[in-house]
């Protein structure tokens, strides 16, 4: 039996044009983009209805082939530098939003700020002399303010109109920007598309973006979220946005998940990451750099326990490397260590993409895993998809000083904090409760069964269903055809 792959061969676009089809373009500025809407269905749904232009980083050939062949148009994106006052105003709206907000991530995104400007006296002097200019605005009437003093400078300073000639020469039904939080590639587009008058659309990329990802700052029409949570959490924050322009879709970066056509055999998963089948296998998936450091020793100590453990059918353990992650810092570990696991993952890093083959192996990893560990992670919600039983860490790790992060912190954060009160994860901020925690886990597995079932269908929903791409290629063929007012 072959493991299942996803099609990326160029498919012939739909045979029935006509001059009153509906024109939708379609802005991938990150290659996490590119696999929630192309490597899915969503944007192949929309194009049996409706010309679809791609605006798009281009990861490798094959994915420009297949984007070249299957859709009407394909220009790669841009990333083009505005003027220096367009964007300090950015940077000052961006900042007096954090403190408006003030949400633990806000916190702790300033306070690490003021640490990394403390490198020499002009980089704190310039970081001081933001502050005192965001904080008069850091009010929603001082927001707004802002905001448009923002917009108004970014149309009189704009040093290109190559985005409003394409606009002006396309005139798009909708423009859909994938992802609203890797912004900066696809504001030249976009906001030329609203300063010719065209209807705009955007995807909240992610359940924490809102609360730790600074502001949005482009006027779309409409917005499509994961959850009903993050459509109050939008309207909530962004009361300017009318809620019957707020849609919840479902995001289809789980999609793959739910569809077990692509699922492999257990044996097929072990082969591929080198496991044996017959013995448990603890997933330790790691994050980012500068907000956790120094893994490598949590990691090493976990193996350490793990190695102790042959009544619990000497499990393994198997590390994924946060895939943004080029500091190649487990590398030593890695050699040292053969008897830690570490998952190949495959991303074109030009553009942080993850290629066809890594989207399946992670889907099979959180099939075949047992039990994961990780510090506050998307990949804990994964794992409860899975019912499989999660472990996150809360203490830093042994004998060095990380300061000033602290790992517990994270649990305190507004998106993250209902998950680690629930009751489905197992947050440990002790090192010496570790091992107690890895033999519940395998010992064990259903013990937070209900809890896990209670978190997901409260954080999602009915939208696990593998039909998100389909939502909202649904949504956006609607709003296509609405005429803005």
């Known amino acids: 039996m072959s493991v299942a792959t996803i099609d990326k061969t160029p498919a012939q676009r739909p ?142 300073l704009r040093n290109t109109g190559e985005y409003i000639d394409y606009m002006r020469k396309l005139q ?53 979220t994961w959850s009903e949570d993050m459509r109050s959490q939008l309207l909530d924050i962004y009361r300017h946005i009318s809620a019957d322009r707020v849609f919840v879709t479902g995001t289809p970066q789980f999609d793959f998940h739910f569809q077990p056509k692509y699922y492999w055999s257990r044996e097929e998963f072990c082969a591929t990451v080198g496991a044996d089948p017959k013995r448990p296998i603890i997933l330790y998936s790691s994050g980012m750099v500068n907000y956790m450091p120094h893994e490598m020793k949590i990691v090493e100590g976990i193996a350490d326990m793990l190695k102790g453990m042959t009544a619990l059918g000497s499990p ?22 053969p008897d830690i696991l570490f998952q190949r993952v495959n991303w074109d890093q030009t ?30 919600l994964e794992l409860c998809m899975f019912d499989r039983p999660v472990i996150n860490v809360g203490y830093n790790p042994p004998g060095v000083d990380i300061s000033p992060v602290k790992f517990s912190d994270y649990y ?20 010496n409760d570790m091992p107690g925690a890895l033999e519940e886990a395998l010992r064990n597995p259903s013990a937070r069964r209900q809890q896990r079932h209670d978190l997901i269908r409260q954080m999602f929903g009915a939208t696990l269903d593998g039909k998100s791409g389909q939502r909202v290629a649904e949504k956006l063929l609607t709003l296509a055809a609405v005429r803005k007012s």
């Open 15 to 156: 045979a029935k044009f006509s001059r009153g089809r509906k024109k939708i373009v379609a802005i991938l500025p990150r290659g996490e983009a590119v696999r929630n809407f192309v490597f899915g269905n969503a944007l192949d749904l929309v194009a049996e209805e409706a010309e679809v232009h791609l605006i798009s980083c281009i990861p490798d050939e094959s994915t420009r082939e297949m984007m070249a062949a299957r859709y009407d148009s394909l220009t790669e994106i841009k990333l083009i530098q505005e003027r220096y006052p367009v964007r300090l105003l950015r940077e000052v709206l961006d900042m007096a939003h954090g403190r408006w907000l003030w949400s633990w991530a806000a916190q702790d995104r300033w306070r690490l700020r003021d640490f990394d400007s403390q490198v020499s006296a002009s980089e704190t002097l310039k970081r001081l002399g933001k502050k005192i200019l965001c904080y008069p605005f850091a009010h929603r009437p001082g927001l707004r303010a802002l905001g448009a003093a923002e917009r108004f400078a970014s149309r009189v």
């Open 172 to 224: 798009p039904s909708l423009v859909f920007n994938a992802s609203h939080v890797h912004c900066n590639p696809a504001v030249q587009p976009v906001q030329a598309a609203q300063w010719l008058g065209c209807p705009s659309a955007t995807f909240i990329f992610s359940w924490d973006n809102l609360t730790s990802q600074g502001r949005i700052m482009l006027p779309y029409d409409y917005f499509l």
């Open 316 to 337: 393994q353990l198997l590390v994924r490397v946060y895939p943004k992650d080029r500091t190649n810092r487990f590398e030593e570990l890695r050699n040292r260590r």
């Open 351 to 380: 553009w942080l993409t993850p290629l066809p083959d890594d989207v399946l192996l992670l889907t099979n990893t959180f099939v075949h895993v047992d039990a994961g560990i990780n510090i506050s992670s998307t990949m804990s």
């Open 412 to 431: 305190k954060f507004d998106h993250y904090r209902p998950v680690a009160e629930s009751g489905a994860i197992n947050v440990v901020y002790d090192i």
